[in-house]
């Protein structure tokens, strides 16, 4: 815990919401902190009365969206010059500058959203959307989409455990893997239903129906 303390000392002792807002606008930029942790802390304060909940959840989801956005504009203004930069270079090596490119051609704009939940697949997808120019306003959509899930989710963890908060950093990836599924699940439900209602609730009908057209025209 004293490793915990010494990073967010000023957090802890005055519970400063613009303390807070630069430590993740920091580490959306990249800095050695991490988001989930502050997030984590904010919700543990908020429990010990050293910060109103609602201004630390409005202000811990200011700040993910806005460091998410300094990363994507920085990438944007520079394009493909991004990639000489070391930092850049960091964050998206070839194999890695690969793997997203393909995962942003088969899930769109849903790879924000699923980025924005996985901590060492985030900084470098946003990077990405910018050096590939996405439009601003599109990726805010889809990134504050993604924060709906995992910011309340990591701040309210905190609220409920905050007396072994230490233990419960150390879960937060495990915590963030069932947002993913449930985001996944949610999707595919979401497809179904659409499916479904684009038949007329009768997808078996609609099939045996095209297979009788398709004979008849043979």
């Known amino acids: 815990m004293k490793g915990l303390a010494a990073i967010f000392q000023p957090l802890l002792q005055e519970g400063s919401y613009l303390v807070l807002l630069l ?28 910060l109103e909940w609602w201004i630390a959840l409005a202000v811990c989801f200011v700040g993910v969206v806005g460091g998410d956005v300094i990363l994507f504009l920085a990438a944007r203004k520079l394009g493909g010059a991004a990639l000489k930069r070391e930092r850049f270079r960091k964050l998206l090596p070839p194999e890695r500058m690969r793997k997203l490119q393909d995962f942003y051609r088969r899930r769109g704009p849903l790879a924000i959203v699923v980025a924005r939940q996985i901590p060492g697949v985030r900084a470098p997808a946003f990077a990405l959307a910018g050096i590939q120019r996405m439009d601003l306003k599109r990726f805010v ?25 230490e ?15 449930l985001l996944v699940t949610a999707f595919a439900v979401w497809a179904m239903v659409t499916y479904w209602r684009s038949t007329r609730g009768h997808p078996v009908r609609d099939v045996k129906s095209r297979w009788r057209r398709w004979r008849r025209r043979s």
Do not use: M
């Open 167 to 181: 233990k419960l950093q150390k879960h937060v990836k495990h915590a963030e893997h069932w947002i993913v599924l």
């Open 141 to 165: 959509f889809w990134d504050v989409i993604g924060a709906c899930f995992n910011t309340p989710a990591v701040f309210f963890l905190g609220w409920l455990f905050s007396d072994r908060l």
């Open 23 to 50: 430590f993740l606008l920091a580490a959306g930029v990249g800095a050695p902190v991490a988001e989930e942790l502050v997030v984590l802390t904010a919700g543990a304060l908020s429990r010990r009365d050293l």
